[in-house]
């Protein structure tokens, strides 16, 4: 439960700061909005796994900034990932993103560039490998035979049942 709390309360921080996030969108876990959550916008039917982070600057203009001639730079980006998104554990999105509506965000992808409508992207950095349409085709043909009642009624027994312990 306390988890829970403390979930809550680092959102609704994010949110006071200016994150703008659509109502109907799954956090897995609360995100690292970083420093300026006013530079990000989520849109609507977006699914957030764990232990991703939104970097909005470059930090490294730290290292010359002090120099008289570069004491006005500053890097931002907004990062805006639009409707019906699936975001995968451990992603990276950097300053300036914006990932297209309908995509799907590989699991530990590093996303430096924006990531095109109907896309699925994946890898360091992220590229596009597919569509969504080719993703949705072979996720189809790779589902096993299985009871969709006993699933839903008792998801880990017949999930166990499809694969099964090897000893």
Same mark, same amino acid.
């Given at each position: 439960?306390?988890?829970?709390?403390w979930r809550?309360?680092?959102?609704?921080?994010?949110?006071?700061?200016?994150?703008?996030?659509?109502?109907?969108?799954?956090?897995?876990?609360?995100?690292?909005f970083g420093?300026?959550? +006013?530079?990000?916008?989520?849109?609507?039917?977006?699914?957030?796994?764990?232990?991703?982070?939104?970097?909005?600057?470059?930090?490294?203009?730290? @290292? +010359?900034?002090?120099?008289?001639?570069?004491?006005?730079?500053?890097?931002?980006?907004?990062?805006?990932?639009?409707?019906?998104?699936?975001?995968?554990?451990?992603?990276?999105?950097?300053?300036?993103?914006?990932?297209?509506?309908?995509?799907? @965000?590989?699991?530990?992808?590093?996303?430096?560039?924006?990531?095109?409508?109907?896309?699925?992207?994946?890898?360091?950095?992220?590229?596009?490998?597919?569509?969504?349409?080719?993703?949705?085709?072979?996720?189809?043909?790779?589902?096993?035979?299985?009871?969709?009642?006993?699933?839903?009624?008792?998801?880990?027994?017949?999930?166990?049942?499809?694969?099964?312990?090897?000893?």
């Amino acid at each position: 439960m306390f988890d829970s709390i403390w979930r809550k309360v680092r959102l609704n921080r994010a949110i006071s700061k200016g994150l703008q996030i659509a109502d109907d969108c799954r956090l897995m876990d609360i995100p690292n909005f970083g420093s300026e959550p +006013f530079l990000i916008s989520i849109g609507k039917h977006v699914t957030v796994s764990g232990n991703v982070t939104f970097i909005n600057h470059d930090g490294g203009t730290w @290292v +010359f900034r002090h120099k008289p001639e570069y004491q006005k730079v500053i890097k931002f980006g907004r990062i805006t990932i639009h409707d019906n998104c699936f975001i995968g554990y451990g992603v990276t999105i950097m300053p300036g993103v914006s990932i297209g509506p309908n995509s799907v @965000v590989g699991t530990g992808a590093l996303v430096t560039k924006d990531v095109p409508p109907n896309t699925v992207a994946v890898g360091v950095p992220a590229k596009p490998i597919m569509t969504i349409e080719e993703y949705a085709e072979k996720s189809l043909a790779s589902t096993p035979e299985y009871d969709r009642a006993h699933y839903k009624s008792n998801k880990i027994e017949e999930l166990l049942r499809l694969y099964p312990r090897p000893w």
